[in-house]
T-cell receptor
């Protein structure tokens, strides 16, 4: 596709449920980032992939959060046993190069997660 | 802990005025600085980046960087209602993973 796509766009989960959020980056983009954006806040970094390698997961808030990019393209962010504080918009971004030199990040539309 | 600070606003300006948005950062080693625009309910989009001290102009937008004082600003000339959005300042760290400020909400009223 022409841009970064994410699915689902909206997700409502009951507390304790597991959810999986998908990101399709721009074709050929090496770097992929996940961010969490709470209402009225800027995006908070969660994790970074260079191709299939997860090089930085320092922003994942707990071990309930897990991300993968097994073939270096599509990525999935999984949240186990969701809690109300997990409610936020989850943004995926991709860039052409590696984090060694800053490349413009292109953001997807986000997935709005609401945990009841 | 790298910090990027922005006044959340809202900053309200009349149509045609200059809007001035400011951002301060804590990491003296930061080399590059980015401004993103985020419309309500949409994802951020890059509008400006700056590496060197001084001003960088792109159309109605001017980014200003002062590394000694650790601030970067964004000026929007001839503000239009379509400029109403949240403006995010982003500062990459040592690994070039950016830290975002909370954003400043700009409202341009006719």
């Amino acid at each position: 596709g022409a841009g970064v796509s994410q699915s689902p766009r909206y997700k409502v989960a009951k507390r304790g449920q597991d959810v999986a959020l998908r990101c399709d980056p721009i074709s050929g983009h090496v770097s992929l980032f996940w961010y969490q954006q709470a209402l009225g806040q800027g995006p908070e970094f969660l994790t970074y992939f260079q191709n299939e390698a997860q090089l930085d997961k320092s922003g994942l808030p707990s071990d309930r959060f897990f991300a993968e990019r097994p073939e270096g393209s599509v990525s999935t962010l999984k949240i186990q046993r969701t809690q109300q504080e997990d409610s936020a918009v989850y943004l995926c971004a991709s860039s052409l190069g590696t984090s060694g030199t800053y490349n413009e990040q292109f953001f997807g539309p986000g997935t709005r997660l609401t945990v009841l | 802990q790298k910090e990027v600070e922005q006044n959340s606003g809202p900053l309200s300006v009349p149509e045609g005025a200059i809007a001035s948005l400011n951002c301060t950062y804590s990491d003296r080693g930061s080399q590059s600085f980015f401004w993103y625009r985020q419309y309500s309910g949409k994802s951020p989009e890059l509008i400006m980046f700056i590496y060197s001290n001084g001003d960088k102009e792109d159309g109605r937008f001017t980014a200003q960087l002062n590394k000694a004082s650790q601030y970067v600003s964004l000026l929007i000339r001839d503000s239009q209602p379509s400029d109403s959005a949240t403006y995010l300042c982003a500062v990459p760290g040592g690994s070039y993973i950016p830290t975002f400020g909370r954003g400043t909400s700009l409202i341009v009223h006719p």
